[in-house]
């Protein structure tokens, strides 16, 4: 009987999986077809066998769809993924990038690189992708400095480092010039993918792909994270050496991807609670789950950003609208977010 439960979770497992890679291919196909120069699915098999096709179709599908799809599919699986592990190891399920200062200390960067750098294209990418690592760093020093290392001890240091970021961005909004400094740094905290090249996404790769790999080595300690304390010792885990490896890893992650589109809410927040209630368990398979989810979330979500208004809506507007009715059912129908 035992066996025959096992292999029909296995079964659904399989099929969920299944079911959500067929969604992601749906949805590239679609997002690489959508936009003001619109590419038909016959000019996209002619561009992949080497047919005939205008130059121009060529160059539209290679230099502004597939890096800018591409983009928000990565950006997806890193902010669903580092989302589900934050949730999993602080054991707290409104866990997000922004409960250890991931997003506020990038935001801060790109404002400072926007106020005093120039605000260029790469300026505001190294201080968003800076600001995101140094202020998880000085959560990381500030846990330390405290005679506790629990998860409630990070989340507050979390919040303070939060709180702070957020008054000194604010101190430097009082001082920008509002009409451009300003601007600039409230369209990137709304996010975007409109000026994604393949150059900007080549540049994060390398960072996302190691911290991604990292994540995926150190699966079984992310899962002994999400016991209780006592019992991850006794097992003879290094609770403060693991939990700040994968702290770093999943911070450098989400700085990536940040860095070159912006600041984008709720993916980090609704992807886990989606894949949980698809895969009713949690453990690392419904992280990845997750990372799926995020992925196909910010497809659908950037496919909307450009084609419901003749003006470009930044992608969290997209997001929230997506993300806050998935949360109302989980308040309602799941008796709470536990």
């Given at each position: 009987m035992a066996a025959l439960l096992h292999e029909a979770k296995?079964?659904?497992?399989?099929?969920?999986?299944?079911?959500?890679?067929?969604?992601?291919?749906?949805?590239?196909?679609?997002?690489?077809?959508?936009?003001?120069?619109?590419?038909?699915?016959?000019?996209?098999?002619?561009?992949?066998?080497?047919?005939?096709?205008?130059?121009?179709?060529?160059?539209?599908?290679?230099?502004?769809?597939?890096?800018?799809?591409?983009?928000?599919?990565?950006?997806?699986?890193?902010?669903?993924?580092?989302?589900?592990i934050y949730q999993t190891i602080f054991k707290n399920h409104l866990a997000s990038p922004d409960i250890i200062g991931v997003a506020p200390g990038a935001n801060l960067g790109s404002a400072i690189a926007i106020v005093f750098l120039g605000g260029t294209a790469l300026s505001i990418q190294l201080g968003a992708f800076i600001g995101g690592i140094v202020v998880v760093m000085l959560v990381l020093l500030l846990v330390k400095a405290t005679p506790s290392n629990t998860t409630a001890t990070y989340i507050l240091a979390g919040i303070v480092l939060t709180h702070t970021t957020r008054a000194l961005i604010m101190l430097l909004k009082y001082y920008a010039d509002p009409a451009g400094e300003l601007a600039a740094i409230e369209y990137w905290t709304m996010g975007s993918f409109a000026n994604v090249t393949l150059d900007k996404l080549l540049s994060i790769l390398p960072v996302f792909l190691i911290s991604f790999i990292g994540i995926i080595l150190l699966r079984n300690q992310i899962g002994l994270l999400s016991m209780n304390e006592d019992e991850s010792k006794m097992l003879g885990v290094r609770l403060t050496y693991v939990r700040t490896v994968i702290l770093a890893l999943s911070t450098l992650m989400v700085a990536s991807v940040i860095s070159i589109s912006g600041l984008i809410t709720f993916i980090g927040l609704v992807a886990p609670h989606i894949a949980r209630l698809l895969m009713k368990r949690n453990n690392f398979t419904t992280c990845v789950m997750?990372?799926?989810?995020?992925?196909?979330?910010?497809?659908i979500g950037d496919v909307l950003a450009r084609s419901i208004y003749t003006a470009e809506i930044p992608i969290s507007i997209l997001t929230t609208m997506i993300g806050v009715p998935v949360l109302v059912y989980f308040l309602v129908k799941q008796k709470g977010l536990n």
């Open positions: 296995k079964n659904k497992t399989v099929l969920l999986f299944a079911g959500i890679s067929i969604a992601i291919i749906a949805a590239i196909i679609i997002a690489i077809c959508i936009g003001q120069y619109p590419i038909t699915l016959k000019d996209i098999f002619a561009i992949l066998t080497g047919g005939e096709v205008k130059e121009i179709t060529r160059r539209v599908f290679y230099t502004l769809r597939v890096p800018r799809v591409l983009a928000s599919f990565i950006a997806g699986i890193g902010l669903g993924l580092a989302g589900s997750a990372a799926l989810i995020g992925g196909l979330i910010l497809i």
